[in-house]
């Protein structure tokens, strides 16, 4: 079954500065990759998403790409403000309203 | 339109026991998804609910089971509680086979 791993686990960054995330996933069949963010006591919401017919894709401060090839994606957020500490998970679908396999989150810290 | 809605927030239960949680999905969603969290992982896919059958099951003991009624809420059953069972427990309702799906706050269980 699908597999995805995520790097890193925890990341600080200075406000202002940019983050990356990084993702790759095992099953070739997939091809509908959601990007979630989770605030403490609350459910994932859906930050991004990114179909695979697609390299990349923007949506203000935050961009997601896709190495369909290499089974890579990545979650980019520029100008980082406080409001983006969070937890964040990369995940992997068939489709869109098929199960979702998540990865192990990464805690993203903001410093002032 | 009302958000995905999940009840209780808090349980707590003994080893043994039998627990049902509650979702209720998004206004004009048909399709519930129930998953997994434990304290520092990604949630984990449980079973999918499409027009009040199951559609799709993850790697879980038959002692985990489900409903989708129809109005389109959905319960969780989990019997025969064990320690490991403690988690976060998340459902996800979307529109249909095509659309995207969208996380409720959970119902977070300890079993002791």
């Known amino acids: 079954g699908e597999n995805v791993e995520q790097h890193p686990s925890t990341l600080s960054v200075q406000e202002g500065d940019s983050a990356v995330i990084k993702c790759t996933y095992s099953?070739?069949?997939?091809?509908?990759f959601p990007w979630y963010k989770q605030e403490l006591g609350k459910g994932p919401q859906l930050i991004i998403d990114?179909?695979?017919?697609?390299g990349e894709k923007k949506d203000q401060r935050i961009a997601v790409t896709l190495n369909k090839t290499a089974k890579h994606f990545s979650l980019h957020i520029t100008e980082t403000q406080p409001e983006d500490s969070a937890v964040y998970f990369c995940a992997a679908s068939m489709a869109r309203d098929d199960k979702i396999i998540f990865g192990k989150g990464t805690r993203l810290h903001i410093l002032p | 339109e009302t958000g995905v809605t999940q009840s209780p927030t808090h349980l707590i239960k003994t080893r043994g026991q039998q627990v049902t949680l509650r979702c209720s999905s998004q206004?004009?969603?048909?399709?519930v998804s129930w998953y997994q969290q434990a304290l520092g992982q990604g949630p984990q896919f449980i079973f999918q609910y499409y027009r009040e059958e199951e559609n799709g099951r993850g790697n879980f003991p038959p002692r985990f089971s489900g409903l989708q009624f129809p109005n389109y809420s959905s319960e969780l059953n989990v019997n025969a509680l064990e320690l490991d069972d403690s988690a976060l427990y998340l459902c996800?309702?979307?529109?249909?086979?095509?659309?995207?799906?969208?996380f409720g706050p959970g119902t977070r269980l300890t079993v002791l």
């Open positions: 990114i179909r695979s017919n697609v």
């Open positions: 099953d070739s069949a997939s091809n509908y």
């Open positions: 996800a309702s979307s529109r249909g086979r095509t659309d995207t799906q969208y």
């Open positions: 206004s004009g969603h048909n399709t």
